[in-house]
């Protein structure tokens, strides 16, 4: 008898939790028309509140979050989510506010986001920007949209390759087909940095632009970024910048400076909105001004000294979310921005790098370090010398989660052999810090002696490793109260 | 204030063991003319400085003082206090995307949960983990059909769609080489059929119906459907979830696809967000259903377990041959609607959604009886309903506005034949006391 419920199995005749007001005779006389209605109920489970609470719990038992464990997750900078920021996105002013409100009533939150684009400006190098992408893709996707519409009105309909590094992460070329656009992969060089050549070679009149990072995905900064933007405005080419990576360079470099047109940030990921669990993030974008105008939709102005909100704009790519993208989120990205200052937005750079390279240092005595340069906020390492015992990343991952801590980004970037990208956040104390490298001795040493424990791990977790194939192959995907749960 | 860890003690030892002295040589690999000088002083704030200053912020907001009226895709529904309970615990706020599946069974499980009550609800075989919203899901359920028909390049949209939705769905597709028809209303305030027939042709790939639509009418579904199914085109039903506890669920009614956000669940208004798209789809649409899913296995022992599958799909993997770009979904405000649906359960979500109706049906028969109040159709409503003023809209509203009720959303700015005209929704936060004063009001305000 297995012990997993789901909450279908945990149905009981009759039970509930709901309540609702009632009003006596006055609304009885109102009943739909018969024919309009559901034949049966939905098949829900009937549930207490006392048996729905318990069930949550138990549920919340068999997660963890950063606020339980180390996050050293390459790519998704998984920073302490504020308790405070918690605490202003509840607050009834704000939660008590629809998107269509006549602007007079709600000039709290176009405050919040006239003056959170602002922030974002300053420190990106951009000079304006929209809030409603509902996450990183989506910021993606406004602004790779952007660069299209710009071509288009300069008549310039042959622009149809997007250019994107091989190391880049995967939404940057799903994007870039959901514009339309042929996404064309770059080399990286043996540095890690983008090959010349090879950009130089695929750039043409056929090139929309260039999306890029930087630092890249492997944590690395481009000792010729400038040269590189020059070279695709050379050409008539814009350069789109993937925010993912700013937290090693906050407030530090700046896009905009780099040359860049056009850029999106995650706020999840530098701002420390919270990741529950793979959403709700929020992707703004921002432009210099050559793309402003192509924005989306709606718009903050001020106007006569106070916000208005502008719907409608003929030169907009037009709106890419029902309203205005996730203001909750946002609004905690607000109060980081103000916490810190612009002061406090640099520390976290210069601190995200110097735990990054002091981690970087001390790996090297278990992994191979593909590229010995400086790294930014984030590194990649390999894994692949205990492949002779059988070992690979995979197995390393899993054992660090009996370890208490999560495991690195593993498999990503997909151009480096059994790499792991481990990226500690400005967050992590020096004892976190020396604990995680003690494990990896631990760890190493379990190889050596007893690799098996290795590759069959996870041991201590509420299941052990779990067969994806098996899930692919035969997908079910939902449960029901007819289910029979073994 | 920042939430850095390492303070001088720390920092020295660690520079030490890196060779450096200055947090400047480790920037050393960048263009000098591209490092910004650090900020001279500091003007970050402390914690008790900043809620001082966001309470300031969200008093500036007078909307929430009103009794307000505005529906139009962002509902004002209870939200029960076991929402806010679970959804700030720390395993899920704080919880990264369930990759490593053996350390997140919990938030998994979640979302399996979240995709069966979906399908409960809406009656069909497979849901994903959730999209961005009512909008993306439509947009991607047009994707996926014509994905389906790769050869038709026709798509038919109703007029009555929600307006934002259909921008964003001209976001999505347009790169596409599409033809893209709209079908109008009857006077009743439904699809006319005449003019749906007058565009379906064997180019359709899909046809996208709103039931409830944007100006509340209960559309004829079925109808729609059979006229579409003759042409093989994939029938699309985006729909408030909440009108399923009571009507015909996506599958009596024949759809292949079912979309829409499930913010009335769970999700209090927000300001637009965040709220929660879903997609549910026939047994035969599963391969081409973006986003995340969680299906369910075995691990080495035998034993039951979640992760999340069928990544093929998915942009980390197919790159640019993946069925969506989407990767960061909204899972946390998923989580608030499976919550809140599973607090209402099978009985609760049909006196809830018929409670809604019923105050929304007493609203609109008090105010039709009004002389100066004309109806805009006669067709059943589900949550909301339009009517037009004969007097100027600008006294209606400020005479409303004077007694602190917000009466609905003014319908110009969409449609020229709108002018005039109000939006009015009423959930079951509101009593009858205040239905009440609304009709008390409106009297005067279609008199004077």
Known sequence: MSELKTIFQKSQKGQRAYSLPTDGEAFDAFTPPAELLRTAPPELPEVSEIDLTRHFADLAKRTVGIDNIFYPLGSCTMKLNPRVNELCASLPGFTRTHPLAPDKSVQGNLKVIHELISMLCEVSGMTAGSLTPNAGAQGEFAGVRMITAYHHRRGDHARTEMLVPDNAHGTNPATAAMAGLKAVAIRTDATGDLDMDHLKSLLSERTAGLMLTNPNTLGLFSPRISAITQLVHNTGGLLFYDGANLNAILNIVRPGDMGFDVMHLNLHKTFSTPHGGGGPGSGPVLCKDRLKAFLPLPRVVVKNNSYQVVWKDRRSIGQIASFHGNFAIYLRAYAYCKAHGYAGLRRVGEQAVLNANYLKKQMGQYFTIPYPQSCMHEFVVQADRYLDRGVRALDIAKRLLDYGVYAPTIYFPLIIRECMLIEPTECESQATLDRFIAIFGQIVKEIESDPELVRSAPHRQFVSRLNEAQAARKPILKTSLCTQEV | ?448
């Not at chain 2, 999505?172 to 709209?182: G, R």
Request: aromatic fraction near 8%; include cysteine; glycine fraction near 8%.
């Open chain 2, 1 to 448: 204030m920042d939430f850095i860890s390492n303070r001088e003690e720390q920092n020295r030892h660690l520079m030490a063991a890196l060779g450096i002295e200055s947090m400047e040589e480790l920037f050393s690999g960048v263009q000098r003319s591209l490092l910004r000088s650090r900020p001279v002083s500091d003007d970050g704030l402390s914690e008790l400085e900043v809620l001082r200053l966001l309470e300031g912020t969200a008093e500036k907001n007078r909307f929430p003082l009103f009794d307000q009226y505005l529906g139009a895709g962002a509902y004002q529904h209870h939200v029960p206090a076991l929402v806010q309970a679970v959804c700030s615990k720390s395993e899920f706020l704080t919880a990264y995307t369930p990759y490593q599946p053996e350390i997140s069974q919990g938030m998994l499980q979640a979302i399996f949960e979240y995709q069966s009550v979906i399908c409960a609800l809406t009656g069909m075989d497979m849901a994903n983990g959730s999209l961005y919203d009512g909008a993306a899901a439509c947009a991607e359920a047009i994707l996926m059909a014509l994905r389906h028909h790769p050869q038709r390049r026709r798509v038919v949209i109703s007029s009555l769609l929600h307006p934002h939705y259909r921008q964003v769905i001209n976001q999505y597709l347009s790169s596409h080489d599409l033809e893209v028809k709209t079908v109008g209303y009857d006077a009743e305030g439904q699809l006319d059929l005449a003019g749906l027939s007058r565009v379906l042709n064997d180019q359709t790939a899909a046809v996208l119906l709103q039931s409830p639509n944007f100006l509340g009418f209960l559309e004829p579904v079925k109808e729609v459907f059979e006229k579409a199914d003759q042409v093989s085109a994939v029938r699309i039903l985006c729909a408030n979830p909440m009108s399923y506890g009571l009507f015909s669920s996506a599958r009596e009614l024949d759809a292949d696809i079912a979309v829409g956000d499930s913010q009335p669940f769970g999700l209090p208004l927000q300001f637009g967000g965040p709220y929660v798209g879903y997609v549910a789809v026939r047994e035969g649409f599963l391969r081409q259903l973006p986003g995340r899913i969680v299906g369910e296995t075995v691990d080495s022992n035998g034993k039951r377990g979640f992760v999340l599958t069928l990544q093929a799909r998915e942009q980390h993997i197919r790159r640019e041959k993946a069925t969506s770009n989407i990767c960061t979904n909204q899972t946390l405000a998923a989580l608030a609607s499976l919550v809140a649906m599973l607090w209402y359960g099978p009985e609760g979500m049909r006196r809830l959604a018929l409670t809604n109706y019923q105050r929304t049906a007493y609203l609109r028969q008090k105010l039709s009886e009004i002389p100066g109040i004309r109806l805009f159709g006669t067709a059943p409503v589900f949550n909301e309903f339009a009517l037009f003023f004969d007097r100027p809209l600008v006294r209606v509203l400020r005479l409303f506005r004077k007694e602190r009720i917000e009466p609905g959303l003014p319908l110009g700015r969409y449609d020229r034949r709108w002018v005039g005209a109000l939006l009015i929704a009423a959930t079951e936060m509101k009593s009858k006391e205040q239905l009440d004063h609304y009709i008390e009001v409106a009297r005067q305000a279609a008199s004077r």
